[in-house]
């Protein structure tokens, strides 16, 4: 292998990535490998705090009205100059791109104009003030005017139009395989030390493990759970983790009238849709032991969750404890829903994107069948799951979702608020979940400048989510890197993996 001396890195990531197109599919490997190629005007830490990135500094000139100073001297990998007329066409093209299964129209729903003041100025009107615009735009890549006007997602595979302003140009990318990045020479923020990174994808758990500790990698994520003892020993790595942002959940399927994959128990489709009923959703939940699945599926790499962010980040709600186990009421529960002797459904998930995704799917089953709902699972790749997912094939799926803004608004503009492309909501919200009272909510939380009023108001929507089961938290993620000797990984939170972060160990 050509190690670090050779400046070249090979890392392995354990999650699919589906395209290079940065603003097609809001998922979190095709954000890492994105966030080698593109910046964002706000940039974010490990700690998903905000920094300066493509803009140097923002204000508020107006209640309504942000105004964003650009940073001078950058170009594109072609040599052309970046400018605040490529900010206005990357926010024009963010929520439009075609046959994306969850794209990025949150984050700049907010924004009614978008002003060219001069090649380094722009403003964004909103119709509303909408504090949190800033960190908003830290999830949406920049892309040029000059190649991305006309390309489609096809054209940012192929490589013509993967030409960005950060620290690696695109050399090649095979899908299912790896993208092979080599170092932008002339980057705004510095050489990067690796000219060479072979982004790989390992998707299985013990390849990864044991790509890195034969050397065939530097960087891998995901640790798998059943190789961290082993892995901990072993002087040939170090370990690198953080408590993450990303929530497991199960998300009911909350249209009317039959849903797939669930009958009675004869198998014959239900007329009516279980999961409409509250208590049927609380019944599921409470029959979930998650102290359990922390325990022994994820093998504390994961704790017990009752919302979707981890204590002490902004919007969490201390009062909102994961639910407790109890058989016999949710037994109770789905008798008074009409269904004492439970019914049958089959729980969709994926099996290579997240840590134990299929076996966390596996033994939820098992908890639920014990209750009468006779749970079977059936785990699809990736590429597979998300597109049938984003049809609303399913009626039951775990899913995962990162709230890499740091904040609790994010899960709901994306995952729970009514699904409303012209208001640009809910772009993953697959499950179809709608509550108008959880939608006024964000809506004031967003336009609420004091930080404190508007924290206030988020833990409201925490606790109104997790009394109406809008969603089933299972657990939440620690991040874990393995890395081998003579080196080191600064962890994120938003758990993505970057060559940025891979340094020569001091």
Wanted: charged share 20%; glycine share 8%; hydrophobic share 40%.
């Amino acid at each position: 292998m050509q190690g670090a001396s050779a400046q070249t890195l090979n890392i392995g990531i354990g999650g699919a990535v589906t395209s290079i197109d940065p603003h097609f599919y809001n998922a979190s490997p095709n954000n890492g490998l994105a966030m080698h190629l593109f910046d964002f005007l706000v940039g974010r830490d490990e700690k998903a705090q905000p920094v300066p990135g493509l803009a140097e500094s923002w204000r508020a000139v107006e209640p309504t009205v942000w105004e964003f100073k650009l940073r001078p001297g950058v170009t594109w990998h072609d040599g052309k100059p970046f400018t605040a007329d490529d900010v206005a066409f990357s926010i024009a093209r963010a929520p439009n791109v075609p046959n994306s299964p969850g794209g990025f129209g949150g984050f700049v729903r907010a924004i009614t104009k978008v002003e060219v003041l001069d090649d380094l100025t722009v403003r964004m009107h909103t119709a509303a003030p909408h504090p949190l615009l800033p960190v908003e735009l830290g999830a949406v890549s920049i892309v040029s005017r000059h190649v991305g006007e006309g390309a489609g997602t096809e054209d940012y595979n192929s490589g013509r139009a993967a030409i960005g302003t950060g620290p690696y140009r695109l050399d090649s990318y095979r899908p299912g395989d790896r993208a092979v990045l080599r170092r932008n020479e002339t980057y705004w923020g510095g050489r990067e030390p690796w000219e060479v990174v072979n982004y790989r994808f390992l998707p299985n758990d013990g390849a990864r493990s044991a790509a890195v500790l034969a050397g065939d990698v530097d960087v891998i994520d995901q640790v798998p759970s059943s190789d961290l003892a082993r892995l901990r020993r072993d002087n040939r790595v170090g370990l690198s983790e953080v408590q993450g942002v990303r929530l497991m959940y199960i998300s009911p399927d909350a249209r009317e009238g039959s849903v797939p994959f669930v009958t009675d128990n004869d198998g014959k489709p239900l007329a009516q849709n279980p999961f409409r009923d509250r208590r049927v959703r609380q019944a599921l939940s409470i029959a979930i032991q998650r102290d359990a699945l922390a325990e022994r599926i994820m093998e504390g790499t994961a704790a017990p969750a009752g919302q979707w962010m981890p204590e002490g980040t902004f919007g969490y709600n201390p009062d909102v404890r994961p639910p407790a186990y109890d058989a016999a009421g949710a037994r109770r529960l789905l008798a008074e829903a009409g269904f004492p002797n439970g019914f049958r459904l089959t729980l969709h998930s994926p099996n290579d994107r997240y840590p134990n995704d299929a076996k966390l799917a596996q033994a939820v089953a098992q908890m639920w069948s014990r209750i009468g709902v006779q749970t079977q699972v059936e785990a699809l790749p990736w590429t597979t799951f998300a597109a049938r997912s984003a049809r609303q094939e399913f009626g039951m799926r775990l899913a995962g979702w990162g709230s890499t803004t740091g904040e609790a608004s994010s899960m709901i503009i994306n995952i729970l608020a009514t699904h409303d492309t012209a208001k640009r909501l809910g772009s993953n919200n697959h499950a179809r979940y709608s509550n108008p009272e959880l939608d006024a909510l964000l809506t004031r939380a967003s336009t609420t400048v004091d930080d404190a009023q508007r924290e206030a108001v988020l833990r409201q929507a925490v606790k109104l989510a997790t009394d109406e089961a809008a969603l089933i938290p299972v657990v939440q993620l620690v991040n874990i890197w393995a890395v081998r000797r003579g080196l080191t990984y600064a962890p994120r939170m938003d758990e993505r993996t970057t060559a940025m972060g891979v340094r020569a160990a001091p």
